[in-house]
């Protein structure tokens, strides 16, 4: 009676997701910052723990933990190393910590739609990128796309200049530093999670986020609108630690490994649908959406261009080109 009672008080205290995993699986935790559902990432690693948890029963489990709840981005790299977790996907903009290279994708205009951002991603440049971190123990397992980014603020935008004097939050990036500053606004880094009060209190005045985002987040409740300048790509790494995936047997890593590509084909086809049924819900909310016309749309372009330049010696120039020659 004693150890039933020991058993059931230690099951009540356990965290909830852990009572999936059996003894002998090996754990598999996803940590991630943003909304656990109708989020192309939220969805993609709920789809991806479905599919392990069914298919390597007995062997692997896999556990999603959404909202920041675990860890930020910055934490989270460090947790993998450290063995805490064992999948993350922050966005491309958040390794610079690491690696130089994915400064490409915060190129603003760099990609003109997400087939763009899909075709270079799949090319051999792209796919080289996956491995641009091994020196310091992290192996990209895929891109998640999530959307292209649009601007906000407590203002309407329809030129750069209209953003001239703003602070605008910005993920851990130097490109989108340079090209806020390229507006003539203020740039200010902050974690995901504390962007919506930071737009509340006045703390900053706009940010530049997908549509999934800026809705999930309810950014738009606190901005006068968002202006349609898809300036940006919002894309993931779904990233683990290469010591994690090479202390797996040959098999579990093959099947672990397939699931894995099979969720990503999957994921980002869903990307420009469900991006704009986050765009439509921000309008059926009230929220103004303004487009630009094409001389608006190329003042934006101008006013960034000099950002490639100076960047160009981190990225390499026939990365730029092999990433421009995707539009095509
Ligand atoms: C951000 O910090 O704005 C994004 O990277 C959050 C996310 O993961 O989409």
Redo the contacts with the bound molecule.
Sequence with gaps: LLAATAAVSFALAGPALADDCQDGEIVIKFS???AGSGHP?GDAATLLAKRINEEMNGKACMQVFPNSQLFD?DKVMEALLLGDVQLA???L??FEAYTLKFRLFDLPFLFQDLEAVDRFTASDAGKDLLNSMTDVGYLGLGYWN?GLKQFSANKPLLLPTDAKGLKFRI?TSDVAEAMIAAMGANAQKL??KE?YGALQTGVVDGQE??WS?IYTQKFFEVQDGITETNHQV?A?LLVTSDEWLNSLEPDVREQFLKITEEVTAAANAEVANMEAQNRQRILDAGSTIRELNADQRKAWMDAMKPVWERFEGDIGKELIDAAVAANN
């Design positions: 991630h910052v943003v990432k981005d996907a922050p966005s903009s958040k999530s993920q974690a995901f962007v986020n997908s985002n919002l993931y």
